[in-house]
């Protein structure tokens, strides 16, 4: 059974950094056509799809926030971080990460997700 | 990027009723979709993948259609269980993107 699980903050201050770790198990980072996602939802809105790291430690990431985004993976710990800089209120959101395999580009399943408040 | 515009932003429907919600990409993105169902406070769940297959476990009043940049999620019969959130997805090309959704709600 392939579960994520997101662990991290739940308030950041502005212009802090954002550390996000998406704790998996059920399948391997290591496997060809592996893939994890970050996907976040502010309060309300809809799905915003943020970034992917792939068992070839190839990475893609969000146009409008790419300059802001990191994501990485230990595949001995069957984790994938991602962080984030410069966090602003509008990044409030629930974030989470989803796997994917080379079938396609689509996310299943999803880790529960965590919210996390951006705010003074 | 690809935009996803998804409509309507919500629907009212009874028990037992037939609901049609559509989805149109920017740009041609073949077969490459996907449909996700999301109630409040829990993760999405996928529904529908490559347009049009059904993933394992989801009932088979759930279809989807369509390819291009025109794409349709039907709901034959709708169940209690089914008032919702529902997003379609972009699977074609970086970035991945969503639609703004389509709340099913209770009529």
């Known amino acids: 059974q392939v579960t994520l699980k997101v662990s991290g903050p739940a308030l950041v201050k502005p212009t802090q950094t954002l550390t996000l770790t998406c704790t998996f198990s059920?399948?391997?980072?290591?496997?060809?056509?592996?893939?994890v996602s970050w996907i976040r939802q502010p309060p309300g809105k809809a799905l915003e799809w943020l970034a992917r790291?792939?068992?070839?430690?190839?990475?893609f990431y969000s146009t409008s926030l790419k300059t802001r985004l990191t994501v990485s993976k230990d595949t001995s710990k069957n984790q994938v971080v991602l962080t984030m800089t410069n966090m602003d209120p509008v990044d409030t959101a629930t974030y989470y990460c989803?796997?994917?395999?080379?079938?396609?580009?689509?996310?299943?399943?999803w880790g529960q997700g965590t919210l996390v408040t951006v705010s003074s | 990027d690809i935009q996803m515009t998804q409509s309507p932003s919500s629907v009212s429907a009874s028990l037992g009723d037939r609901v049609t919600i559509t989805c149109r990409a920017s740009?041609?993105?073949?077969?490459?979709l996907a449909w996700y169902q999301q109630k409040p406070g829990k993760a999405p769940k996928l529904l529908i993948y490559?347009?049009?297959s059904l993933q394992s476990g989801v009932p088979s009043r759930f279809s989807g259609s369509g390819s291009g940049t025109d794409f349709t999620l039907t709901i034959s019969s709708l169940q209690p269980e089914d008032f919702a959130t529902y997003y379609c997805?972009?699977?074609?090309?970086?970035?991945?993107?969503f639609g703004g959704g389509t709340k099913v709600e209770i009529k």
């Open positions: 989803a796997s994917s395999k080379r079938d396609g580009n689509w996310f299943d399943p």
């Open positions: 059920g399948f391997s980072l290591s496997t060809g056509g592996v893939r």
């Open positions: 790291i792939d068992w070839d430690d190839d990475k």
């Open positions: 740009q041609g993105i073949s077969s490459w």
């Open positions: 490559a347009a049009s």
């Open positions: 997805q972009q699977a074609n090309s970086f970035p991945l993107t």
